[in-house]
């Protein structure tokens, strides 16, 4: 029994993502092959790669007519330099979603001026999908090419390292397969049953790719996020560049299980119950379509910093055979379209 348990395995169930960035650190560090296909041959002999390497910086902005200061953090995953300091390489490693627009332009942003020196920045991911929004000055690379660059290596150097790169191997190739299997159109049982297993962690990193999709509709939103919040369902919140967002409360289009929902975030003193009671009477009076699962919020006595205001299943709305990334795209779309006509008025 001893003798089948994958190392891999063990230690995935701490940190999915600082387990592979710490071993393909390693395969960096000890085969040229590996070097070569992810670095370029012309990046030259390396020192052995730091993870998570942290920084922090003062960014300005304006807060009316006064320009103030914040401090903020960066962190990269994983960061090389060769062995003359000349060249310097920053990997952005997302095993477990997908990073936006906004966090990659806030690193290359970062990197240009804070290093004089060449950079080459990288992004690891599952899908290719982000090749939408990467900036130009970025490489994307898939798991699916690191397996194949890490299965070109011949010579191991030791019985030792040849026993962890076939189980590194195996271990991710059923990552792999998994992947493949919903991105062929097997999602709703992720959005059926969201907790089960390591369903979490794939709904988690399927919604990021819906996320990353939706940045074609710039138009539409113009701030975008994956949550876990205090919850254990994933969700996306969709910030609307429209009329939705006030003083002192916000609306916004949330997806998390199977439930799509127009929903509310408000702050300084506001009374939500008050709010939420008033917008679903708006939407009535200006007759919002609604579909056959739709709900809206119930007046409650239990107080809430937010809560929703009307919200559909979509399990119940998209059929089984037409359950993909692309129809749920469609119906987020929808869903807004519908709103925005009704609080157009």
């Known amino acids: ?13 701490d940190d999915k993502e600082l387990i592979h960035s710490a071993f393909i650190s390693f395969l960096l560090s000890q085969y040229s092959i590996v070097r070569q296909e992810i670095l370029g041959s012309e990046f030259g002999e390396i020192d052995y790669p730091k993870l998570e390497v942290p920084y922090s910086y003062k960014y300005e902005f304006k807060d009316g007519d006064e320009i103030k200061y914040k401090k903020k953090r960066i962190r990269f995953d994983i960061q090389i330099n060769n062995l003359d300091n000349s060249k310097l390489c920053v990997i952005e490693n997302k095993f477990k979603c ?41 490489i994307q690379l898939t798991y699916s090419d690191i397996y194949n660059i890490i299965s070109q290596i011949e010579d191991y150097g030791s019985q030792r390292n040849k026993i962890f790169i076939e189980e590194y191997l195996s271990f991710l190739n059923e990552y792999l397969e998994v992947y493949r299997i919903y991105k062929n159109g097997n999602l709703i049982e992720l959005f059926r049953n969201p907790t089960v297993g390591e369903n979490r ?33 994933p969700l996306i919140n969709l910030h609307s560049n429209f009329i939705w967002r006030k003083k002192n409360h916000e609306f916004v289009i949330q997806l998390q299980g199977s439930d799509i929902k127009f929903y509310s975030h408000f702050w300084d003193g506001m009374n939500g119950k008050k709010l939420v009671a008033e917008t679903i009477q708006s939407l009535r009076d200006n007759n919002l379509a609604t579909k056959g699962s739709g709900v809206f919020k119930k007046q409650t006595k239990k107080t809430e910093k937010s809560m929703f205001v009307y919200k559909e299943d979509i399990l119940k709305e998209i059929p089984e055979k037409y359950f993909n990334l692309s129809t749920i795209e469609n119906y987020i779309i929808d869903f807004f379209e519908r709103f925005k006509k009704t609080t157009n008025r």
């Open 1 to 13: 029994m001893i003798d089948s348990i994958n190392i891999f395995k063990v230690l995935s169930k």
């Open 201 to 233: 962690f794939w709904l988690r990193l399927i919604l990021s790719e819906l996320l990353v999709n939706l940045h074609a509709h710039e138009d539409k939103f113009d701030f975008l996020y994956i949550d876990l919040g205090g919850s254990n369902v």
């Open 98 to 138: 997908l990073p936006t627009r906004k966090q990659l332009n806030e690193y290359s942003n970062f990197i240009s001026s804070h290093f004089d020196k060449e950079v080459k920045k990288i992004l690891i991911s599952f899908s290719d999908c982000t090749k939408n929004i990467l900036p130009n000055d970025w």
